[in-house]
């Protein structure tokens, strides 16, 4: 198992917006009681987002006092999340206030650990889209409007920094809607062995 963090502030943003439509549930720990419930939307300005109790415990917990820290952790199928922030306050007894962290820890269980780098995926129809996590065996991509359909095959080039641009052939995956966009993880079918060897030798130095 892979760890590391998330430490930009937007990608931590971008981020809860995909974790806040994807994941079914969270943890939230305060001292030591573990409360359980869902991860809301941030702020799109702020960063700030929310924490809403599970409904089987209403009326049992009161908000925790502004300014009190605890940590939040929560899953996809490959990588566990979790966070440490502090309450800002509560809009309802049930629905908590939560400042936007400074870091995400991540503990990746995929055999491909992926790094966040400045990258670009560009189709040969000249269309742009953002890479926001890559490894040598898939990346990541947000995009705008209506995404690709899972099992579709993207074809283009990888402009990532500190390389030549890279042909490849990809195949979308799985995919987590956002509030403007959306996140399509997509697997590497096919690139040339110089350029792997290129991409795997970059994603080294910079700890993958």
Known sequence: ????????????????????????????????????????????????????????????????AQGTTVQLEYQTQHTRYAFFTTVQGAHTPMLWRLARPQAISRRETRKHRRLELSALFRTHAGQFQEVVDISEGGFGLIVQGAPPRVGTQLQGWLDVEGLPPTAILATVRHERKADQHCIVGCSIDHIHPNDLAALRQLLSGLGG
């Open 1 to 64: 198992m892979t760890a590391h963090a998330l430490n930009d502030p937007q990608r931590i943003t971008l981020h809860l917006e995909a974790m806040a439509e994807s994941t079914r549930g969270a943890v939230l720990t305060i001292g030591r009681r573990q409360v359980f419930g869902e991860l809301g939307y941030p702020h799109p300005d702020s960063g700030e987002t929310t924490f809403l109790v599970h409904p089987a415990l209403h009326g049992l917990l009161d908000p925790p």
